[in-house]
């Protein structure tokens, strides 16, 4: 049996999961590696911190190349996030012809493909499993079962912060605010959870997801996204009157050649699989022209699901040591299509509107006939009592262009029977 030295670059959520599981299952772990797995060093940023974990301070450290620059080291485990400085050192461990998983996936998003570029030169496997929705296998299934579709379609729940505030919203009827607090009291949202409800942790996601199944790199800053911070109780209760549930999507699909993408607060018909994905858990739902369709689910998030996918990368590695596995391994970077794809975000979609109007005869029908003027026809509508002098009326609209729904809305809050336009959603159809 081989000995295989890890260096762990993290010791915190996800570090402490990995080192558990490795730990834990060590027996299992060996034997599926056919290798005696060590983790000689581990980075933090201070040594003397309190931690719920028995680790020996002995291999801890805090300078990184004192770990990078050890040559008994053959993997490196990235596991401190961020991107500067992720980015370096997995660079750096590349360079010296070390192997590299990592759970970053803001790294992999947007340096992805000049590391995995520096791995294939240097004969060493980066892996990133972790990178999407933790503990869900999807990386690894759509690179190795999965190979040889065709993907159509895949619409992703893999924000489990924003999915348990949503939740939550709809269960107890909470405004954001409130289920935003309690998912940072359970642990579900960090103190800045910034990146997770303004859906750029879903856009990193989604350009990973993108690279693998449809060979695109789009830029993570450049897909067409919102956030849930405007989401109000409301929406989510006249959506279910419309039997529909919220749910932040993270999708991209190939329509002859037009490769739509987005990452946007949607109605999910309630007869759809996403829309019974609850809290924190994730969920993918991939169309692939052999396999038909497909639905992951699980832990996105958390220490030891997370970790589960990021030792089964160091298990991986493991195996292709000193063989000549690495060739049999997914080719990397990945394969970039040769296809001329239509890169495209919003286009067509059906809509939620919700106007606050006034409280006065033939409001309604004004409306409906601007957006009939427009060419928009309307799916449902449903008007709502409020007691005071304005009141709210939602539309479901049939598939539109975004365009011509955004001509309709001008000319109709151009009236006075308009108050507002409260929210624009769109919806799965
Ligand atoms: N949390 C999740 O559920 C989850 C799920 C999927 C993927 N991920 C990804 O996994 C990665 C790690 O996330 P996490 O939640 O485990 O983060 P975390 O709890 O903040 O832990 C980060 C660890 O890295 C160390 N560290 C950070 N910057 C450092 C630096 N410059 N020098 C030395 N040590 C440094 C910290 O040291 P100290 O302990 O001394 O502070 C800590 O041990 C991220 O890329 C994240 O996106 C996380």
Sequence with gaps: ???????????????????????????????????????????????????????????????????????????IVELIGGIDKAYEYIKAALSSGKHVATANKAVIATHGLELMELAKKNKVLLLHEASVAGGIPIITAMLKPLCGNDFQEIIGIVNGTTNYILTQMSENNLEYEVALKQAQEKGFAEADPTSDVEGEDAAYKLTILMLIAFGVYVDPKTIPREGITKISKEDIEYASQ????????????????????????????????????????????????????????????????????????????????????????????????????????????????????????????????VLGTHGISIQSVMQRAKGDDSLPVVFILHETRRQALDDALAEIVKNSYVEKVTSILRVLS
């Design 1 to 75: 049996m081989k000995n295989v030295r890890v260096g762990l670059l993290g010791l915190g959520n996800i570090g402490k999961g990995t080192y558990t599981i490795l730990t834990q299952n060590a027996d299992r772990i060996s034997g599926m590696s056919n290798s005696k797995i060590e983790v000689k060093k581990i980075l933090v940023s201070d040594i003397n911190k309190p931690r719920d974990i028995e680790v020996s301070k002995e291999i801890l450290t805090t300078d990184a190349y004192n770990i990078l620059n050890d040559p008994e080291i053959d993997v």
């Design 242 to 369: 419309f039997g529909y549930k919220l749910k932040l999507l993270a999708g991209a699909k190939n329509s002859s050649g037009r490769l739509k993408y987005y990452v946007y607060p949607t109605l999910v018909p309630e007869s759809h699989p996403l829309a019974s994905v609850n809290n924190e858990f994730n969920a993918l739902f991939v169309k692939g022209d052999a396999v038909g369709e497909l639905m992951f689910y699980g832990k996105g998030a958390g220490s030891m699901p997370t970790g589960s996918a990021v030792v089964g990368d160091i298990v991986s590695i493991a195996k292709c040591i000193g063989t000549d596995l690495l060739e049999i391994t997914p080719s990397q970077p990945y394969p970039i299509t040769e296809e001329e794809l239509e890169l495209t975000g919003e286009s067509r979609s059906e809509y939620y509107i919700n106007f606050l109007v006034k409280d006065q005869p033939g409001a309604l029908g004004k409306i409906m006939t």
